[in-house]
């Protein structure tokens, strides 16, 4: 069974997202995570006392994007939407930063495979994109204003996060990635 079949444990997602309970528990109380994407379930269980909930790792990745964005500054809800994104793997604000090529494939809860570059999502406003960067490099032109005054942006390699949660978990996040995408290897 691949680990992307896993259901894990609010602890084990606690640790991974580098949260602690308390934080999680208020978060679902305050209605930013849900626990579907369309017919998929990410969440099951909880809700009552004594009923233990368990993840998928679309939503553990989920909680650790919108972990990492308040970190930054970012508001809850907003930083939930956002990642909502990212685990959803949806073709919504997709961007490749190599014209000419088509977007290689990207599933829900993972980045794009190591071997096309790194996964960043960013946050302009309302504007919120998943970009596939050669060697880590964001072009921030398209992110200028015509007026001349300065914009705000945060940027979230969403690759590291992804290595750093299956650190976290004692897995290997490059054999993740090469199951799931064995046409890149």
């Known amino acids: 069974m691949s680990i992307l079949d896993t259901k894990f444990p609010t602890a084990q997602v606690t640790h991974a997202a580098e949260i602690d309970g308390v934080t999680l528990q208020n978060w679902f109380r305050r209605g930013h995570i849900r626990g579907e994407t369309g017919a998929k379930q990410m969440i099951e269980g909880g809700g009552v006392q004594g009923r233990s909930r368990v993840f998928s790792w679309a939503a553990m990745m989920e909680v650790s994007i919108a972990a990492r964005l308040i970190d930054v500054g970012c508001g809850a809800a907003r930083a939930f939407e956002v990642a909502q994104l990212f685990s959803d793997g949806g073709d919504g604000g997709l961007h490749w930063e190599e014209e000419g090529n088509e977007l290689p494939e990207r599933k829900p809860g993972l980045p794009y495979h190591y071997r096309h570059g790194e996964t960043i999502l960013t946050l302009c406003g309302e504007e919120a994109e998943i970009i596939l960067t ?32 299956a650190l976290r978990l004692g897995v290997d996040a490059r054999e993740i990635l090469d199951q799931a995408y064995p046409q890149a290897r």
């Open 134 to 165: 050669k060697d880590g490099d964001l072009n921030l032109t398209m992110y200028r204003r015509a007026d001349g005054r300065a914009r705000a942006l945060v940027a979230l390699n969403v690759s590291e996060v992804f290595q750093l949660v």
